[in-house]
């Protein structure tokens, strides 16, 4: 059984620039979880899509958003980046019990 | 107040100590609980769930205080491969925390030869 895929693994963004991360929950799950790691803190929870529709967010500003598609892959999409988004960004699956091995978002 | 409180370390042992971790949680209507293992710039792992009664995994044991709104772990027979981040996760579930998990910052353990 695949387990949780993220891509792209690095992403090297501009200040300012759009940043779209990709994950995929293991084969037949519908819930995506998504996290942020900033260097030197926890996880902090970001987004919980289940079954195409956002069902929790975290206490992140609105250029944070995403989506999830019919197939249960799910993207995150970050506008207007800012140098304290440089993080490693963790999709999760089964409520978290299992993660990708993330997209580590550096913006220069 | 954060949510989940752990001490960061980090923890120096040597191969074969016994090491304990603690971490507090500040929602006395949390759920469920968790020991997650972070390696270096890797994803989080789920190590073991914490039960009330106490659980054991080989030389794991976690141990949950709900009055004090207190969990610990300990490892015993400390081996090279657990040097780690150890993170405390705790889950509400209930309105608005839905669906997330509550992660401490983790404790640092470097266990040497």
């Known amino acids: 059984e695949a387990g949780v895929t993220q891509s792209p693994t690095h992403l090297i963004k501009t200040r300012g620039q759009q940043a779209t991360l990709r994950c995929s929950p293991i084969?037949?799950?519908?819930?995506v979880y998504w996290y942020q790691q900033a260097l030197g803190l926890g996880l902090q929870f970001l987004l919980w899509?289940?079954?195409?529709?956002?069902?929790n967010r975290g206490n992140f500003p609105p250029r944070f958003s995403g989506r999830q598609f019919p197939n249960y892959s799910s993207e995150l999409n970050v506008n207007a980046l800012e140098l304290e988004d440089s993080a490693l960004y963790l999709c999760?699956?089964?409520?978290?019990?299992?993660f990708g091995s993330g997209t580590r978002l550096t913006v220069v | 107040r954060k949510e989940v409180e752990q001490d960061p370390g980090p923890f120096n042992v040597p191969e074969g100590a016994t090491v304990a971790f603690n971490c507090t949680y500040s929602n006395s209507a949390s759920q469920s609980f968790f020991w997650y293992r972070q390696d270096c710039r890797k994803e989080p792992k789920l190590l073991m769930s914490v039960y009330s009664s106490g659980n054991e995994d080989g030389r794991f044991t976690a141990q949950l205080n709900r009055a004090s709104q207190y969990i610990s772990l300990l490892i015993r027979d400390s081996k090279l491969s657990d040097s780690a981040t150890y993170l405390c996760?705790?889950?509400?579930?209930?309105?608005?925390?839905?669906?997330?998990?509550?992660f401490g910052r983790g404790t640092q353990l470097t266990v040497w030869p």
């Open positions: 996760v705790v889950n509400v579930n209930r309105g608005s925390t839905l669906g997330r998990l509550y």
């Open positions: 899509y289940d079954e195409g529709e956002e069902r």
């Open positions: 084969s037949g799950h519908t819930s």
């Open positions: 999760a699956s089964i409520y978290g019990y299992t």
